[in-house]
């Protein structure tokens, strides 16, 4: 069944959401199809860039992200408040890097507009300063331009992705935490990968990327121009920002941990040495391990604890939600 869009996003559940787009007929139009005998793997390239392009202009983090050949990932966080203290002057600029800005606007920024131009270029900077904190406009500005500029390379026109995007609410912190693990190992789930650090073309490699580098700023800065910047871990984040509410190293630790359990196909022999992250979260291994693989589907439209889920389905006016049963499963109901 399809829901409305508006039916699916609530952002005073959450800010956080897991986005993803599929092309059509699921086709390799981002990798190497060997049908057409065809490389398509530069066109993965066109994400990065495009993402670090929408980071200039919306108030939306980009948390994690995969590109993979047939369909990408990303997990964003919307900062409303960043995008209602904006200026007017502020707002122009940042719409100005995605569209032309109107000479009505123009005319009203330089205080030579009459009074109902005025009026109308209050208008629309108030409807482009709602659009800058929109998970709809901001995908609609990532699939479009990356659908055109795959048409036109083609020189062939007609649809490009199977559909409009999915959206998952996450509503805590587990959920975030489930939903990052699993885009930052789509590579290592699919065989592409042997370590999430050796993925490239997902946030992972790029934070480790930093990492590795940091004592090096023009090897820290390789490739910078391509690498949309990431959303900031709680221990590195500027005070007052918001963040991703755990530390870079569990972080790591945990898809370190997940990865070899995935590569080696043995989920029980490695569930002694659960990373500390899981354990705070009550996270249950087994579980955890199974939604990481490959046919793993702990996807609905909202991941996070029972009682989250169930009171974000009460906010939406529904009485059931898909992915209860997962929840259920995958995170234990906390003792205190």
């Keep these: 069944m399809t829901y409305a869009r508006k039916s699916l996003i609530s952002l005073r559940d959450t800010p956080f ?13 981002w990798g190497r ?17 495009r993402l670090r392009q929408l980071s200039e202009a919306f108030t939306i983090d980009l948390c994690a992200y995969a590109v993979m050949s047939n369909h990408y990932h990303v997990i964003i966080h919307v900062d409303q408040r960043r995008a209602a203290g904006l200026t007017a002057e502020d707002v122009v600029a940042r719409w100005a890097k995605l569209y032309r800005i109107p000479p009505t606007v123009e005319r009203w920024l330089q205080g030579s507009a009459s009074i109902a131009e005025a009026q109308l270029a209050s208008g629309l900077v108030e409807l482009w300063r709602t659009r800058l904190s929109d998970i709809s406009w901001y995908m609609r500005c990532l699939n479009e331009h990356l659908a055109h500029r795959a048409n036109a390379e083609e020189g062939c026109e007609g649809r490009f992705w199977q559909g409009r995007f999915k959206s998952q609410a996450l ?4 959920g975030l935490l489930t939903a990052m693990a699993y885009v930052d190992l789509n590579p290592v789930r699919a065989g592409i990968a042997a370590t999430p650090e050796t993925s490239d073309f997902t946030s992972v490699f790029d934070r480790v990327h930093r990492l590795t580098h940091s004592a090096d700023p023009a090897a820290c800065d390789q490739g910078a121009v391509d690498r949309p910047p990431l959303m900031a871990f709680h221990d590195g984040a500027v005070l007052g920002q918001p963040s991703i509410p755990f530390t870079c190293p569990d972080y790591l630790a945990l898809l370190d941990w997940t990865g070899r359990g995935i590569r080696s196909g043995k989920r029980g022999s490695i569930a002694a040495e659960l990373p500390a992250i899981a354990v705070r979260l009550n996270i249950d291994a087994e579980a955890w391990s199974t939604a990481m693989t490959y046919r793993g589907n702990v996807f609905g439209r909202a991941l996070g604890r029972l009682d989250r889920m169930r009171l974000h389905a009460a906010t939406l006016g529904q009485s059931w939600i898909r992915g209860l049963r997962q929840s259920a499963q995958l995170y234990r109901h906390e003792s205190r």
């Design 17 to 29: 959401y897991h986005c993803t787009a599929r092309c059509v007929r699921r086709a390799w139009l």
């Design 33 to 49: 199809d060997e049908f057409a005998r065809k490389d398509y793997s530069h066109r993965k390239l066109w994400v990065q860039v």
């Design 171 to 174: 509503l805590d912190e587990a």
